[in-house]
T-cell receptor, first 111, second 113 residues
Framework: GQQVMQIPQYQHVQEGEDFTTYCNSSTTLSNIQWYKQRPGGHPVFLIQLVKSGEVKKQKRLTFQFGEAKKNSSLHITATQTTDVGTYFCAGMGRTGNQFYFGTGTSLTVIP | EAQVTQNPRYLITVTGKKLTVTCSQNMNHEYMSWYRQDPGLGLRQIYYSMNVEVTDKGDVPEGYKVSRKEKRNFPLILESPSPNQTSLYFC????????????FGSGTQLSVL
């Protein structure tokens, strides 16, 4: 079946350092979404990418969708303690009926 | 306020005792879905529903049932819970037809002893 893997599984950074998580799908995705889950909370939508090679920015966050639409990345510049949480990618398969979530990257920011 | 409401927030039960986790959304969303979250495995889809009376299996449906008799409600039923169903469960909804984002409930932490 469809698989979406994320690396790394865990990342500890000093406050102010950059952070990147990568998402890779075994098949081509029609679009990809990113979610953030704070500790003890529920996933909250961050952004959606649809076009091949698309790049979107939200303040310190930069999201990319690969040219082949099989991978994506989230980069955070100059992390802050408010960035702590688990980041998930979610890709929609070609059938358009299901979102396939990545395994998640847990980010810890050390003050 | 637009939201997805899940109940209960925490549930401890014993093996074999039937239980239902309720999920309700007030956004008139067509698409609803259940996920379980386990460490290292991310969010895995259990069942989803494209509309009333339309449900389909996700990646891990064994041991679960769902129903979609009304647009707003999508309960998750465990007929005979087992310890391997101990997990954090999330309900989510979306307009979906337009590729809209998923709105998640607050989650249900289930422990099966």
């Amino acid at each position: 079946g469809q698989q979406v893997m994320q690396i790394p599984q865990y990342q500890h950074v000093q406050e102010g350092e950059d952070f990147t998580t990568y998402c890779n799908s075994s098949t081509t995705l029609s679009n990809i979404q990113w979610y953030k889950q704070r500790p003890g909370g529920h996933p909250v939508f961050l952004i959606q990418l649809v076009k091949s090679g698309e790049v979107k920015k939200q303040k310190r966050l930069t999201f990319q969708f690969g040219e082949a639409k099989k991978n994506s990345s989230l980069h955070i510049t100059a992390t802050q303690t408010t960035d702590v949480g688990t980041y998930f990618c979610a890709g929609m398969g070609r059938t358009g009926n299901q979102f396939y979530f990545g395994t998640g990257t847990s980010l810890t920011v050390i003050p | 306020e637009a939201q997805v409401t899940q109940n209960p927030r925490y549930l401890i039960t014993v093996t074999g005792k039937k239980l239902t986790v309720t999920c309700s959304q007030n956004m008139n969303h067509e698409y609803m879905s259940w996920y379980r979250q386990d460490p290292g495995l991310g969010l895995r889809q259990i069942y989803y529903s494209m509309n009333v009376e339309v449900t389909d299996k996700g990646d891990v449906p064994e041991g679960y049932k769902v129903s979609r008799k009304e647009k707003r409600n999508f309960p998750l039923i465990l007929e005979s819970p087992s310890p391997n169903q101990t997990s954090l469960y999330f309900c989510a909804s979306s307009l979906f037809r337009t590729g809209e984002k998923l709105f998640f409930g607050s989650g249900t932490q289930l422990s099966v002893l």
